[in-house]
């Protein structure tokens, strides 16, 4: 019986020293330490020797037993310390592949070069929800009742509040402007800044439209500020945005907000001025209202407006980033298209 002991051992040893894998080196263990396993039955049959055999018999198959697990774990741990770490061939020499970047969305990009240049002029960041409500959409920024913003052709109202008025009427904001009688409420004035944002207006998508886009609005309120400093405003800004002199122009227009009111245009980018379908083959495309606050808006803000005065413009945020790219259709930006968002990483 020693003698098929030493025999369980050396063959056992033998085929540790071949294993190769975990698989094999679990299939030896079974083999001589499981259940079933050579060594298991010898200690088994035990009891069918006399008491002197037994005891020697027993000392020898437990110091077996014991070294044959210690040289099982020594050969795993050896097999896990040389084990690849990858389940395939791993070859240094071939290129890697460059893992995806990510970048700011171009509108976020500009709108983040605009708070640049506008903070170098000494403009503070505002932003405000963006539901809002029939008293700061319209109320407080001289829009008549019968207005046709009003309507819901033009705005989003807010289901449940529609037979309600002023401050109980919400909607989605339709433009950025309410934000600014919210501003000089809290802070009053002198004041600069600007607020960023995206707005809603229920009308029919093309080229240069679309039902929810961004704006960038800016507005400073001063004592007996010259209208001559707006217009230098906006060629300053335009200036730093596009990193060259960009061709303006002001044309009369009403907006209740402001009085006077401008439209202020911009040379198409695109074309250069010659005509594209962005322009509609005039050269020129509008990029922002502007003017002088309305008195009665100031007056909402808590503002005397024979003591106050200052300067709007109301930034299309969406077109200004077209003429950056010379990209001639909005919807491209508002797509997800990835093949298209990944050119300005």
Known sequence: MLQKLENIEQEALQSLRKAQNEEELQKISQHYL????????????????????????????NKVKTALSECIEDKRKELSDNAPVLDFPFDLTVPGISPPAGGLHPITQMSYDL??????????????????????????????????????????????????????????????????????????APARFVYPGRVYRNESTDARHERAFFQYEALIVERDFPFASGRLLIDTILEKVFGNKVNTRMRAGFFPFVEPGFEIDMECQVCG??????????????????????????????????????????????RLVMMRYGVDDVRLFHSGDLRFLSQFR
């Not at 259940?35 to 002197?52: C, I, P, R």
């Not at 009003?150 to 705005?155: A, G, K």
Request: glycine share 12%; charged share 25%; with cysteine.
């Open 273 to 318: 001025g010659k005509g594209c379908r962005v322009c509609k083959n005039v050269g020129w495309i509008e990029v922002m209202p502007g003017g002088t606050p309305h008195p009665n808006v100031l007056k909402a803000a808590g503002l005397d407006p024979d003591e106050w005065s200052g300067f709007y413009i109301n930034i299309g945020l969406d």
């Open 34 to 61: 499981g259940k079933n396993g050579e060594l298991t039955l010898v200690l088994k049959g035990l009891g069918g020797l006399e008491a002197e055999e037994r005891k020697s018999v027993g000392q020898a198959a």
């Open 115 to 188: 708070n640049d240049a506008f903070h170098s002029l000494g403009f503070v960041i505002f932003s405000e929800d963006e539901i809002t409500s029939e008293l700061f959409a319209f109320d407080n920024l001289n829009f008549p009742p019968d207005h046709p913003a009003r309507e819901t052709m033009d705005t989003y109202w807010i289901k449940g509040t529609e037979d309600k008025r002023g401050a109980d009427r919400l909607c989605l904001r339709p433009h950025l402007t309410g934000a600014s009688v919210r501003y000089l409420r809290k802070h009053g």
